[in-house]
């Protein structure tokens, strides 16, 4: 158990929690990247106990934060956060949308029956009447949610119908014409203004600007929150910005949609609904008919919690994509060694060199996309560098001397190529030294002591022919060592513009 859970367990409450009840804490603060493998408090932890809320909501507000950090002078920034707020209420209460009309005197939330006591009305006339009442108001109610809806998170959708509750000015008839439970829909309103308060007024902003919103303040949030629209605002870039902050918040409550049922009971079989199976159970799970994911039917989704009626159905569904999994629940992930094939890579933006690695996920080994991870033997690393280096993939200005080369770069990665004068000389010199050369940063820190440092190693891997030019090329890599990686390669920049 980590320190601080082992410190609430021995504290002498009169009503001491449950061992299990802490040790699923720690399991799910761990799963939040709030607490390490060891039990200690992470950076992002720290930040998410600056917020008095649930862990899973601070997570979610806290990763949309960090996603719009790092994407400059995006005008509908706001819109974007003020919608993760308006989310983070919505996931604290219940569905609004009514779905019970059945049996008598079940009356709409604030709508009453006409009839009064003692009224001319025929038992078989009333019995006909309520039969009418009851499919008029269960249309009203597929036609609400349809126009509510967001095909990709039912939290979303609740989100979109509580800023059309608040702009509307009538918020009672409001939801009467819309089949809302009034009084959840008042509290998540109130809620949602709490929790923007809270974000706001926190020490956070004071403490850690890395986990400070960047793009305006609570009245720019506020502004861009009360822009009406006809139909949720949201664009797919924001909605997938959305989804991954629900994901990194309800990471350990995945489902995966079952499309072989040859393996399922004869009653499961049945079932209409789209059948999944949890990360957290063991028996088949359902997609209401009535979610607003229904349609899409995704391949993987987390969701809020699970309703037990008849058979367990999922509640607060979102699509999430394979690899946001691993991005944001790599606890749960178990990875193959690093690959071959593909070749590890060097990744510019990030200045990292990287495998390729099979992941799998949860108890039940759900296969995943591969993935890059960052290679943990310094000697691959350098050499995977020096490659990406001499293929112009870390300084584009050696991208156009590539046929002046004396051998390939690729050379490098192969293991009988090490005898090999220029292979042996250039790496053992990026090994060395203090400083493993494995990243540009450190590169420029070598060139900025030494702007001669390696330039032998370098001159030997071109042609005879090619040595006169080869100050020049010299003097451009020294130049472009000292930019920026979106100076370096603007072209990959413009990519990840085209969506936050």
């Known amino acids: 158990m980590c320190p601080l859970l082992f410190q609430v367990a021995n504290f002498p409450f009169p009503t001491p929690p449950e061992p299990t009840a802490l040790v699923e804490a720690e399991r799910c603060l761990k799963v939040l990247e709030a607490l390490d493998s060891n039990g200690r408090l992470t950076p992002l932890g720290k930040a998410m106990a600056q917020y008095p809320m649930s862990p899973r909501h601070s997570r979610m507000l806290l990763t949309v934060i960090q996603i719009m950090q790092k994407v400059k002078d995006y005008s509908r920034a706001n819109t974007v956060f003020a919608y993760a707020v308006a989310a983070a209420a919505a996931l604290s209460l219940s569905n609004p949308f009514l779905t019970e009309f059945e049996g008598k005197n079940k009356d709409l939330d604030g709508l009453k029956q006409d009839e009064k006591p003692g009224s001319a009305v025929s038992e078989r006339d009333l019995g006909k009447e309520e039969k009418m009442r009851i499919k008029k108001l269960k249309e009203t109610a597929r036609v609400s949610r349809a ?13 979109y119908a509580l800023q059309c509750f608040e702009l509307s000015g009538k918020p009672l008839e409001f939801c009467k014409d819309n089949t809302l439970h009034f009084k959840t829909m008042e509290e998540m309103s109130k809620l949602r203004k709490q929790l923007i308060n809270l974000v706001f007024n926190s020490k956070l902003c004071e403490l850690q600007q890395n986990f400070s919103w960047p793009h305006g303040n609570l009245d720019d949030v506020e502004c861009a929150w009360r822009i009406p629209s006809n139909k949720c605002p949201l664009q797919l870039n924001e ?4 989804g991954q902050a629900i994901c990194a918040g309800w990471a350990d409550r995945v489902a995966k949609r079952i499309k072989d049922v040859s393996s399922l009971s004869e009653s499961d079989r049945k079932v209409h609904a789209v059948r999944y199976q949890a990360c957290l159970v063991k028996e088949t799970v359902f997609l209401h008919r009535r979610s607003s994911i229904a ?9 809020t919690e699970l309703l037990h009626t008849r058979r367990p159905y999922i509640q607060g569904a979102t699509s999430v994509k394979e690899n946001w999994l691993v991005k944001y629940a790599p606890s749960l992930c178990s990875f193959s060694a690093p690959l071959s094939d593909p070749k590890p890579y060097y990744d510019p933006m990030n200045d990292q060199v990287l495998c390729w690695v099979s992941p799998t996920f949860g108890p039940h080994l759900w296969k995943l996309p591969l993935h890059g991870l960052p290679i943990e033997d310094e000697i691959s690393r350098v050499a995977v560098f020096a490659s990406s280096l001499l293929e112009g993939k870390v300084l584009p200005c050696l991208k ?4 002046f080369l004396a051998a ?7 293991p009988e190529s090490l005898g090999l004068k220029r292979v042996g000389n250039l790496l053992n010199k990026m090994r060395i ?3 493993r050369i494995d990243s540009c940063a450190k590169l420029r820190k070598l060139w900025n002591g030494s702007n001669k440092g390696l330039y032998e190693e370098f001159e030997d891997w071109f042609q005879e022919g090619f040595r006169d030019h080869f100050k020049d090329l010299w003097a451009e890599m020294q130049r472009e060592v000292r930019l920026d990686p979106i100076e370096r390669f603007p072209e990959k920049v413009k990519r990840r513009k085209r969506k936050p």
């Open 147 to 159: 126009k509510f809806s967001n095909p990709s998170s039912d939290v979303l959708t609740v989100a």
């Open 239 to 242: 909605e997938e910005i959305l």
């Open 295 to 303: 349609k899409s039917a995704p391949q993987y989704l987390v969701y």
């Open 400 to 403: 156009s001397v590539q046929k």
């Open 408 to 414: 390939s770069p690729a050379s490098i990665l192969k």
């Open 433 to 435: 030294r203090k400083i």
